[in-house]
């Protein structure tokens, strides 16, 4: 009895010994180091993405006393012909119509700067915070390259979203409805097709 009981006693260690480096083996493998897990996708309801298909215009308007988009750096004067080194800033509204006094649904927030020096193409950085409907309070978030009128459709990646478009993903096709060559005041129309869930 007194022979056995150390022997039973070292096989429990060693048991013990491989239990620990199999969870061990397991707790690893989940990537777990104490501020990162993997979550189980179909609890969080990330089964099917849908794919929803958004239509509006936004307006740009940079005249009047009113503008919805204003120039914050002006293009030093001595570059080229692109506007090269501009930035503006916009709060452009968004409606279903080409009207203006058409329903609102959101605003275009963000910003386009010229980032070109040997044809005018703009870097589009901009947010679709919605405001009607279930989508009021949830954005999408784009960024593109924009090479303007010389384009007659313009593509810009959906890059994400918040709200009920987390984890979305898309492109947006833009095209010039109406354009005021003296003010530059500008009717787009957006056609958006994004995945999400
Ligand atoms: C543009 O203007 C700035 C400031 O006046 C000057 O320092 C720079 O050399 C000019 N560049 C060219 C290409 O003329
Ligand atoms: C836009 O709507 C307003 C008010 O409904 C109207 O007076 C105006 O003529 C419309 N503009 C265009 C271009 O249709
Ligand atoms: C959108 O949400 C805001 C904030 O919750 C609320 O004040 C506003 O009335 C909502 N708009 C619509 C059209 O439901």
Same mark, same amino acid.
């Given at each position: 009895?007194?022979?056995? !009981? ?14 620990? #480096? !199999?969870s061990?083996?397991?707790? #690893?493998?989940?990537?777990d180091?104490?501020?990162? @897990?993997? +979550?189980?996708?179909? @609890?969080?309801? +990330? ?14 308007i !940079? $005249? ?9 750096? /002006?293009? /030093? #004067? ?7 080194? $501009? ?9 279903v ?12 927030q963000? !910003? ?22 279930? &989508? ?14 010389? #384009?007659?459709?313009?593509?810009? /990646?959906?890059?994400?979203g918040?709200?009920?478009f987390?984890?979305? @993903? ?6 010039t ?12 129309? &957006? ?5 999400h869930?």
């Amino acid at each position: 009895m007194a022979r056995i !009981l150390p022997s039973m006693a070292s096989q429990m260690i060693i048991v013990l010994f491989l239990l620990y #480096s !199999l969870s061990a083996t397991f707790v #690893s493998a989940g990537g777990d180091l104490g501020f990162g @897990r993997i +979550l189980d996708k179909k @609890r969080h309801k +990330l089964r099917k993405p849908k794919l929803n298909h958004f239509h509006f215009f936004f307006h740009d308007i !940079l $005249s009047g006393r009113n503008p919805t988009a204003v120039m914050v750096v /002006p293009p /030093p #004067s001595n570059t080229s012909m692109t506007g090269f080194g $501009s930035v503006a800033i916009m709060d452009d509204p968004l409606t279903v119509g080409p009207n203006l006094s058409s329903k609102t649904i959101g605003k275009a927030q963000g !910003l386009y700067a010229s980032a070109s020096q040997e044809e005018f193409a703009l870097l589009m950085v901009m947010n679709f915070a919605f405001t009607e409907g279930k &989508y009021n309070g949830s954005s999408l978030s784009i960024l593109g390259r924009n090479p303007g009128a010389t #384009s007659k459709v313009r593509e810009f /990646p959906v890059i994400g979203g918040s709200g009920l478009f987390r984890f979305a @993903r898309g492109y947006a096709l833009a095209s010039t409805h109406d354009l005021n060559i003296k003010t530059g005041d500008a009717v787009i129309e &957006y056609n958006v097709y994004v995945l999400h869930y």
